[in-house]
């Protein structure tokens, strides 16, 4: 059986590692066919190509994108797509766009509570200006020990109703799955399960979904707890989509279950990679 990963990070947007190093990393912890799916950004699909390809691994061109449906923000991976196709380079630079100025407002509201110098400590970690986000600053946070990790960091700050939250404006979910079938891909609901949505909206945003044509969920990933892979593969059978797999890595030690731990899908659903190979 194909070890399959198809949701991670690199320092192209808010990992740690560059791409060929998180292609080493899958690949010594045994996965098979592997997808870099950066927030946003394509920048770094090419040299993740080819070092998984030096590997001996199976390569997915992706991308995760963040837009804002009933004013949460939810992301959406595109796999298989062209990552030279115009409109969603196009998209993506858009969606890109007030990074920065938000996280100058965020860094103030740190301040506020006794927090300096947040935009300058988070900014070094930083490996693309263009995507500096919430888990910049998480790693910040936890540096001068104002908090332990990042589970912890999110009890604390930068989710909504805690110092640090500035909500963004980000595309819609029309947008984002016409961007990535215009670019020849599948669109998957990233990790449905952390969202914060009611059974009932959760039915409305998977009815959309499957309306503009997505293709897929991801069942079992780093961001469910071990309970809501069933959960969400009777979902995605009784929506009628593929079922997607991957750690959401981001960084060694970082996540809650690393590429070598991260277990298989349940026997009864239908892999997005079914007809690929």
């Not at 409109?87 to 858009?94: I, Q, T, Y």
């Not at 693309?128 to 912890?152: K, Q, W």
């Not at 960091?153 to 947008?175: I, M, N, Q, R």
Request: with cysteine; net charge negative.
């Amino acid at each position: 059986m194909l070890k399959v990963d198809l949701h991670c990070h690199s320092n192209v947007s808010d990992g740690v590692l560059a791409p060929a190093a998180v292609a080493a990393h899958a690949r010594n912890a045994g996965v098979d066919v592997w997808a870099l799916t950066d927030h946003d950004e394509v920048d770094g699909v090419a040299a993740a190509r080819v070092a998984a390809q030096d590997l001996g691994m199976l390569f997915v061109s992706g991308v995760e994108i963040s837009i804002t449906w009933a004013r949460e923000t939810v992301h959406i991976v595109g796999l298989q797509v062209d990552e030279t196709n115009p409109a969603l380079l196009a998209g993506l630079a858009r969606t890109r766009s007030g990074r920065d100025a938000r996280g100058r407002e965020m860094a103030a509201q740190l301040a506020a509570v006794g927090i300096p110098d947040a935009y300058e400590g988070a900014l070094k970690y930083v490996g693309n200006p263009d995507l500096m986000s919430r888990t910049h600053f998480a790693r910040y946070l936890i540096e001068i020990g104002v908090c332990a990790n990042v589970p912890d960091v999110f009890k604390k700050y930068l989710t909504e109703g805690k110092p640090g939250y500035v909500p963004h404006s980000w595309a819609s979910l029309s947008d984002a799955v016409g961007w990535i079938r215009g670019a020849g891909g599948i669109a998957v609901i990233a990790h449905p399960g952390r969202y914060k949505f009611n059974q009932m909206a959760q039915g409305v945003l998977f009815d959309e979904f499957k309306q503009l044509g997505g293709t897929a969920i991801e069942v079992v990933t780093g961001s469910h707890t071990p309970d809501q892979y069933a959960v969400y593969a009777q979902l995605a059978n009784q929506y009628g989509f593929l079922a997607s797999r991957g750690t959401d890595f981001h960084a060694p030690g970082e996540a809650r279950v690393d590429f070598a731990l991260l277990p298989p899908l349940p026997a009864n659903v239908t892999p997005v990679w079914h007809d690929w190979f």
